[in-house]
């Protein structure tokens, strides 16, 4: 029975490496010099021995990755809407893309005092460059023990994004906008931010990007330096984006990521997170507000191999009719990794019967001396509290909305800048607002 | 003001049924309390008059100023001067205090067809009142009730209800687990608010608070029913004597 259990997986893994040859057919490596040619080899050599995601693929059970892999993109209108985009008010060096082209016209000169900033399309021109020592290297780390071949695909095809390398404290923001302008657009987009030793960035993202998106993020954090991220997915309804952030800490170093999701059809954010450096920290967290034909997934992966580093994920979804969340989450606790301080939320607010959340939270701890917690709860809205705001004269709307945004306040409140958590709670209030008309 | 009239009251899910035929009524100005047993159904009473769910009106009726209440939402009573101070104030983890009291002000104004109040009148009317009910500013930025001790949750229903000005207020055990002092400062709260326009109904199972508060009427619930009804020497009674002898002496 187990031959042919075996067989039957073998068969399974060559099909996926049929289809994935399938789909590579035609496609040709960008031009580029040294290394980021051999960056992209070793990605598309990584992606033929894996294969493309497929439905039985054990981190895409809840799921279906099909239209995030096909050739042919799934029409995505765009939205159209005037109000002012998020971050507006907020003072950053804005770098936009297209539909997944980098906008020069658009984008303000890309000079930051402490920070270089590039274009990848330029930098892979060169033999030589900074990046070869992050870009695709934290993805193909990230590749084990669990397989992103979204990821690996972009590595290799990307031609677009942004190369950052933080030499001091950057006195902005860096702002990288999408702006989607065609209903077909499948945009690739690959950055790389390198903080050097004790230096500090905040990174914005925001907008749909494009009909499809398959983005990598590349984070190297050295000992001692601090990285903010907060990004905000555009509202486009049909929209597809399938995103990673590789993120590597040093010792002392910290990482803080927010994403706020709304709308969409189909979101998968993976965040994989690796400790090599001890007393760093790490927060990651989401909040999502998913409508009627909504999926949204958050695959999180932190590994701890280093002393004494704390990590927390927080996510937070709000669903109603029919909206799907998916979490997976893992912590793994490495052999000698002693002290670590491991921290998992996600949560669910089911407005309604017909949505659903679908989670996997898991922990695996080689370490004695560790203290790690995770809870994964779904629930509709608190009868009793709701109860408690009306009878206090708060409208059964507004009451909604209040405790709707008590729900997701432990995910905003990982924004450590309180402007940039204010915009965020903006584009909260004001969608809980236009779903009440 | 509030004129409650052969009320009956049976749970939603269960064929239980609760209040069994309540009369009552309260002139504006007057303060009416309410005693009786545990399960009696002095909170049931409360509950069904702000609108809460989960039970059935099978008979009666209940006005507020010859409004129907029993057909309105309960933010629509609330708008018409209701307030009740729940026995057991509910804890809502991520709403700020302060922003809760402000949006039920400011909707209460609003359904009233007055100006909203600006964040620095709300803001200076609210810590006037605190300070007259010794809640600490820090507790306004809690979240509301989350983490507040017994006493600190009932003297915030008490900074509500003074805040919301209602004309008809119904206290649901505000004395029960107050220390001595918090027991005088949540009483001087509710006789400043004291006018002769606005109604009390006090649901206690203590003389002690009548002291403070004193009542124009007391009633005595049980089984569901006003089984007797006089003036504040009843408290004293029952304080002394318990229900037993009230019970049968109706019964009788
Ligand atoms: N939702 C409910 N489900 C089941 N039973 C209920 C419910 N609400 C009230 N009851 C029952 O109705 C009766 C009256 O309850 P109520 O809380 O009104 O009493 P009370 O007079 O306020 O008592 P206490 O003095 O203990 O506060 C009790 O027997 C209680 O168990
Ligand atoms: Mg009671």
Redesign the interface.
Same mark, same amino acid.
């Given at each position: 029975m187990n031959a042919q259990v075996q067989s039957k997986r073998a068969q399974l893994k060559q099909a996926k490496l049929a289809a994935t040859e399938e789909r590579l057919q035609g496609l040709a490596l960008p031009e580029g010099g040294v290394w980021a040619t051999e960056a992209r080899q070793a990605a598309l050599a990584r992606l033929r021995e894996m294969g493309l995601p497929g439905r039985r693929d054990e981190y895409w059970k809840f799921t279906r990755p099909d239209t995030l892999v096909q050739e042919e993109v799934p029409v995505a209108e765009v939205f159209a809407h005037d109000e002012a985009p998020v971050f507006d008010g907020i003072d950053r060096l804005k770098i936009v893309f297209v539909d997944g082209v980098f906008n020069a016209a658009e984008s303000d000169p890309l000079d930051l005092a402490g920070v270089e900033i590039e274009r990848l399309s330029d930098a892979a021109k060169a033999d030589i460059h900074w990046a070869r020592e992050v870009f695709g290297v934290l993805e193909a780390r990230g590749q084990s023990p669990v397989e992103r071949p979204l990821a690996a695909f972009n590595t290799g095809f990307a031609e677009d994004g942004v190369l950052i390398r933080v030499t001091g404290r950057a006195e902005k923001p860096v702002s990288l906008i999408y702006r989607h302008e065609s209903e077909s657009s499948d945009a690739i987009l690959h950055h790389v931010v390198r903080l050097e030793k004790g230096t500090n960035l905040t990174l914005l993202e925001n907008g749909p990007a494009a009909a499809r998106l398959n983005k990598v993020l590349e984070v190297d954090i050295a000992d001692g330096a601090s990285f903010h991220h907060v990004r905000a997915q555009g509202r486009d309804h049909q929209r597809r984006a399938g995103t990673h952030i590789f993120a590597r800490l040093g010792a002392e170093s910290a990482l803080k990521s927010f994403t706020l999701t709304v709308n969409g059809k189909l979101t998968r954010n993976e965040c994989v997170v690796e400790f090599t450096g001890d007393d760093a920290m790490a927060h990651v967290a989401g909040a999502c507000l998913g409508d009627g034909d909504f999926l949204h997934d958050d695959t999180v992966f932190i590994t701890h191999d280093a002393v004494a580093c704390e990590s927390r994920q927080v996510f937070k979804k709000v669903l109603r009719n029919g909206a799907t969340g998916v979490f997976q989450g893992k912590i793994l606790v490495k052999p000698g990794a002693q002290k670590t301080d491991g921290y998992q939320k996600s949560q669910s607010l089911l407005l309604d019967e017909d949505s659903q959340f679908l989670a996997k939270p898991e922990l695996e701890i080689y370490a004695d001396d560790v203290a790690c917690s995770h809870g994964s709860t779904s629930g509709a809205i608190? &009868? =009793?509290?709701l109860?408690?705001?009306?009878?206090?004269?708060? &409208? =059964?709307g507004?009451?909604t909305d209040?405790?709707t945004?008590?729900?997701?306040?432990?995910a905003v409140d990982e924004i450590e800048d309180e402007r940039l958590a204010e915009e965020i709670t903006m584009r909260l209030e004001g969608w809980l607002a236009r779903r009440r008309g | 003001m509030l004129e409650i009239k052969g009320l009956r009251v049976k749970l939603e899910e269960e064929d239980k049924e609760i209040l069994k035929g309540v009369d009552l009524t309260v002139e504006p100005g007057r303060v009416h309390a309410i005693m009786g047993p545990n399960g009696s159904g002095k909170s049931t009473l409360s509950y069904v008059l702000?609108?809460?769910?989960g039970y059935e009106v099978t008979d009666g009726s209940a006005t507020l100023d010859g409004e129907d209440l029993l057909d309105l939402?309960?933010?629509e009573?609330?708008?018409l001067g209701l307030?009740?101070a729940?026995q057991y104030?509910?804890?809502?983890?991520?709403?700020g205090n302060m922003?809760?009291?402000r949006?039920?002000v400011n909707?209460?104004r609003k359904?009233r067809g007055k100006e909203e109040m600006n964040a620095t009148d709300f803001l200076k009317l609210i810590r006037a009142k605190a300070k007259d009910l010794k809640i600490d500013a820090e507790m306004l930025k809690r979240?509301?009730n989350v983490g507040f001790s017994g006493g600190e949750k009932k003297r915030n229903e008490i900074l509500?209800m003074a805040m919301?000005e209602p004309k008809m207020c119904i206290l649901d055990e505000t004395d029960s687990g107050l220390d001595v002092d918090a027991m005088k400062l949540v009483a001087d709260g509710v006789n400043a608010l004291r006018d002769a326009g606005r109604g009390f109904l006090v649901i206690t199972h203590y003389q002690r608070l009548l002291d403070h508060i004193k009542p124009d009427v007391v009633h005595i619930m049980s089984d569901g029913r006003i089984i007797k009804s006089g003036g504040p020497e009843l408290a004293i009674e029952v304080e002394e004597n318990g229900y037993a002898d009230i019970k049968a002496e109706v019964t009788a």
């Open positions: 608190d &009868e =009793e509290g109860f408690y705001l009306r009878s206090r004269g708060i &409208e =059964e507004p009451a209040l405790m945004l008590a729900f997701l306040a432990e | 702000s609108g809460r769910e939402e309960p933010e009573r609330a708008a307030f009740l729940f104030p509910v804890e809502i983890p991520g709403v922003t809760f009291l949006t039920a909707a209460q359904a979240p509301v509500q919301l």
